[in-house]
């Protein structure tokens, strides 16, 4: 900026609540997709995906705008931070995001005196992995028969949907009690 | 905290409505792609082309290299399996016999894979 003598000065990036907020929770959401990627796993890509948590709580306290920015700077700012930035594993991360927050974006208008957070997170889960299978069948492993294996996939989704989900259910059920007190 | 009071709010009606659907998709996924007809041929593959193209009618036994190693294959009464594989998992050993077509065993660090295919590959509707 221009300090009106004709003087270059220190320009600052002004950063309003609504960021700092949006930065701590995509911190939230990395730290646990950190801890899980030192987990060993059973089979390739099966995985708890516990920032998703994350994901649905900013969805239904913030809205699906902020939980895009989140899902978003967690998918890149965690695969920059694991090693993996542009590798076919992050292709596959943002892949099952995006689907994952595509059909969350309809599935938040079910009414939620029915549907609570593990109905989302269950058909989330499915989401992200159908948008994986697809990537690894469409892109990664074209000649080989990879749907085979989805009927392991969509259990492991559920499962986990289901766990995530409850702990969401759990947590938002706890900061509406406190909000309400 | 009182879990019996806590427990409907957690799960509410819809929720045990979207399970049961995850669970008959699931159970439609199995049938689908594991209960296919008993498979004539087996077609294994190396990084994507076919290496071996070969019945299940007779019994033999295959040295399939990859950039690991050797993945070596077995074909006996109609089915197939991975007996050994040099990748770290062993995963596509562990699968066992394969029979039915479409099953697939994959070998993916030595870039091997073998599919169960039937006199003619069927159609799914992947495929349309």
Known sequence: ?181 | MNIVRLAPTLLRRGDLGVLFAGILAIAMLGIHYWTGPVGDRVVIKRAGTVFLNASLDRAFNVSVPGPLGITRIEVAQKKARVLSDPGPRQLCVRQGWISRVGEVAICLPNQVSMEIVGRVRPYDSLDY
């Open chain 1, 1 to 181: 900026m221009w300090d009106g003598c004709g003087h270059m000065t220190v320009l600052t990036i002004n950063s309003t609540a609504e960021d700092h907020k949006l930065a701590y929770l995509a911190a939230l959401a990395i730290s646990l997709m950190w801890v899980e990627a030192a987990i060993p796993s059973p089979l390739p890509g099966v995985k708890p995906g516990l920032a998703n948590i994350v994901t649905l709580l900013v969805l239904r306290q913030y809205g699906l705008r902020t939980a895009f920015w989140v899902a978003g700077l967690r998918v890149v700012a965690g695969s920059i931070l694991l090693g993996s930035f542009l590798t076919p594993g992050f292709v596959m991360s943002l892949g099952g995001a995006m689907a994952s927050l595509a059909v969350l974006s309809l599935a938040q208008y079910l009414p939620q005196r029915y549907f609570g957070a593990v109905s989302l997170s269950v058909l989330a889960a499915f989401a992200h992995i159908a948008a994986q299978l697809a990537i690894v069948s469409a892109w990664l492993m074209p000649d080989v028969n990879v749907f085979y294996l989805s009927p392991v996939f969509a259990a492991a989704a559920w499962v986990f949907g289901l766990s995530n989900g409850l702990i969401a259910a759990q947590l938002l059920q706890r900061s509406s009690h406190e909000s309400a007190a």
